[in-house]
């Protein structure tokens, strides 16, 4: 039997990949830039991009707000669900 290795920073990695392209997806699906999105979401442009492009995760009121503002679940934009 082999053996499987976990590695959890790996997995984080994956999921904040993930989120970053959804997030990226859905905003262009809706036609606004980052910037517009910022506004919305009371945050730095800086951290949209930051956020899309997977170095930093929003906390989990702004997660909310994300999820609520384009009509999706935060399980759809962490990759859990299509």
């Known amino acids: 039997m082999g053996s499987q290795v976990f ?3 790996l ?3 994956k999921i904040m990949q993930e989120f970053g392209e959804r ?3 859905l905003r262009i699906e809706k036609g606004i830039g980052q910037i517009q999105l910022s506004k919305e979401l009371e945050v730095g442009k800086s951290i ?3 956020w899309e ?3 930093c995760e929003p906390t989990l009121s702004k997660l909310i707000a994300i999820a609520k503002f384009f009509g999706v679940s935060i399980d759809y934009l962490a990759g859990l669900e299509d």
């Open 7 to 9: 590695f959890p920073f």
């Open 11 to 13: 997995w984080e990695n």
């Open 23 to 25: 997030l990226r997806m």
């Open 48 to 50: 949209i991009s930051l």
């Open 53 to 55: 492009l997977g170095k």
